[in-house]
């Protein structure tokens, strides 16, 4: 059985930075893209960042230049850095693992104070 868990998220200052993390475990087949989405209260789930499995990545607006997602696929891990946080970057964030099936992490809160 494939599980994600993630680490990483915590409280910070508005300016400051985290690195979140989401280690997979189990069998996975055929991995493919792995990433980050986020859903801050009242707010629909929204894509943060998508790495795939050649490399590209891509970003959502608000958070380009300030955010970075990389991996490690001989660890199954993928990793969001995370810098000049904004109080608006505030929300739990889940990890997601493309592969034979699609997976998902039970999420970490980040929480950035003004």
């Known amino acids: 059985q494939v599980q994600l868990v993630e680490s990483g998220g915590g409280l910070v200052q508005a300016g400051g930075s985290l690195r979140l993390s989401c280690a997979a475990s189990?069998?996975?087949?055929?991995?493919?893209?792995m990433g980050w989405y986020r859903q801050a209260p009242g707010k629909q789930r929204e894509l943060v960042a998508l790495?795939?499995?050649?490399?590209?990545?891509n970003y959502v607006d608000s958070v380009k230049d300030r955010f970075t997602i990389s991996r490690d696929d001989a660890k199954t891990t993928v990793y969001l850095q995370m810098n000049s946080l904004k109080p608006e970057d505030t929300a739990v964030y889940y990890c997601?693992?493309?592969?034979?099936?699609?997976?998902w992490g039970k999420g970490t809160q980040v929480t950035v104070s003004s």
């Open positions: 997601y693992v493309r592969a034979r099936y699609e997976y």
């Open positions: 189990g069998r996975l087949f055929s991995l493919g893209a």
């Open positions: 790495i795939t499995s050649g490399g590209s990545s």
